[in-house]
Structures are given as structure tokens and as C-alpha cells.
DNA sequence: ATATTATTGCAATATAGTTGCATTAAAAGA
DNA sequence: TCTTTTAATGCAACTATATTGCAATAATAT
């Protein structure tokens, strides 16, 4: 039932916190090559969200991405921000704006995610 | 060269139009079962959009969504509004609130998209 | 009416992610 | 330390959504 350490988990959750910017399972997967299996990637980071370690996002281009929680209450977790992702170097950042919209009479909100896309201070 | 008007294509727009909200794919097969066949759906859908008469717009869910163009000019889209899911009965709006983020310095804006999900003014 | 070629249907393929199942190995307890 | 329990893993198979190849069909121009 209790979740358990591994040296995979380990490895993952070293990615992630050394990472400056969100990361796919692809970009993962390409930095742990050979030391685990695809499949065991996909289940650790989906783990990690249901711990509420991560956030998923699905990026506007069908991807999820994946980052560390960081202003996120044990309770309630905000990842309603605005994200920005790299046409060039597909860098993924949250940034700081929150997500917030007027919506029309009658219309309930649960959640909201943004995208920005372009080229960042690297890339232009 | 030339596109071609054929009955596929007609029913297709039809519903576009008739419909008040954008349609998945599948939304469209379901209306359309059995007079054409799933890839000839994709292939209009994708047709259309090149000829600036639809949005492509990839939900929070990584379906895509199509809508007819509104308030489009011919030489400038815009499809950069927020989204509204309903999470009850799978409506998808256009919202009339722009998608606008200050972005961190240096950074350059190409694209923006933004999804809000919750209850519909039917559904709640 | 004929010729040209855009469009279609069907099967195969691509991509991203999930699931089943037998095996391995954390970690709790004796 | 050894044993037991079961979470985690690897591998293959599968799902969902969308695209591509190719031969057959049909919309348009002549
Ligand atoms: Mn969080
Ligand atoms: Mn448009
Ligand atoms: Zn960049
Ligand atoms: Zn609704």
C-alpha cells in the first residue's frame, strides 16, 4: 500500500528538481536511457502527481509536461498558470501570471490552463 | 489543384455551421455515421482549415477541436481566445476574452491558447 | 463526352500513453 | 539476518487519436 523508495524514483525526481523547466516523458526518457524502461517513466511520473510531488500539463501541442510542485498547499493544488514553450529549444516554463477569465452568466469554473508559444531570451 | 465542392464536404460544413459550439472529430463522425469514412472527416476538417474557413484548436483533453472562423480576416487569424470545456456534456465555446500574458524579457510571443473547463449554464 | 486530377475508402502506420502479467526487490516484522 | 508481503519493474500487448499510401471514384474544365 505505502509508496516505496527506488533508485528509478530517485533518478526521476533528480531530473525534475535539477531541471530549471518542465520536462516530457520523452525528454526523460532521453536523459535516463538504458537505466529503465519507458513504461516505468510514464508509471513514476503519474505516481508522483497522484502524490502530489508534480503537476501534468498537457502542453498545446498534446504532450503532457511535467514540473515540480512549488507554491502548491498539500490541500489545494494551483497549477492554473500560464505556460511558455519554446518553439526553438521546446524549453517549457510556468510562468508567474495566473489563468483567470470572466465567464458568462450561469458558467461554473474547475480548472484552466494557458499557453504562450514562441522563442525565448536563448532563442532569438 | 482547385478544391472541389463534393456532398462530404458539404454535410461537413453544414454541421459546422449548424452547430453552436466547436465539434470534435468524433463529434462529427457520430452526426455523419456512415455517409464517409473516418479519414475522409480528418481530411476535410484538415482541408478547411487550410483554406482559413476553420480553427484547429487542441483542447486541455489533447482532441482537437474545429470551429468555424468568425471574426477572422483572410491574412490574419485569430484564434488566440479562451476555451470553454464543459465537463458534463462536452460543449466546447469560444469565449470572447483574448489570450494576452506579459512575458519575461526577451522572450517573443508567436501563438497563445487558453482552456478553461468546468459547468456549462446547462449543466450545473 | 472525355480527360484531368482532387477526393474518397480502406488498410496500414505513427505517436503518446496505458494495461496485464510474471518477475524483482523494497521494507516491515520475526 | 532471514522471511514475508506486496509495491515497483520490464516487456509485450493494447488503446486512442490522427496521418499516410495507394488504387478506385467522381467533380470540374475542355
Ligand atoms: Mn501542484
Ligand atoms: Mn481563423
Ligand atoms: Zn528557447
Ligand atoms: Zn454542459
Known amino acids: 500500500m505505502k509508496k516505496r523508495s527506488t533508485p528509478a524514483k530517485k533518478e526521476v525526481i533528480k531530473l525534475l528538481k535539477s531541471s530549471e523547466s518542465a520536462m516530457s516523458q520523452e525528454m ?3 536523459k535516463v536511457k538504458g537505466k529503465m524502461d519507458r513504461v516505468t517513466i510514464y508509471r513514476i511520473l503519474n505516481s508522483f502527481c497522484e502524490d502530489g510531488i508534480i503537476h501534468r500539463i498537457l502542453s498545446d501541442e498534446g504532450k503532457y509536461y511535467f514540473a515540480l510542485c512549488m507554491d502548491c498547499e498539500p ?8 505556460h511558455f514553450r519554446c518553439l ?5 516554463e510556468c ?3 495566473q489563468v483567470n477569465v470572466e465567464l458568462p452568466e450561469g458558467y461554473k469554473k474547475k480548472n484552466a ?4 508559444t514562441g522563442y525565448c531570451n536563448n532563442c532569438n
Open 113 to 116: 490552463t494557458g499557453w504562450i
Open 95 to 97: 510562468l508567474p501570471e
Open 75 to 82: 490541500e489545494e493544488h494551483t497549477h492554473d498558470h500560464f
Open 88 to 92: 526553438t529549444c521546446q524549453k517549457v
Open 28 to 30: 526523460i526518457e532521453e
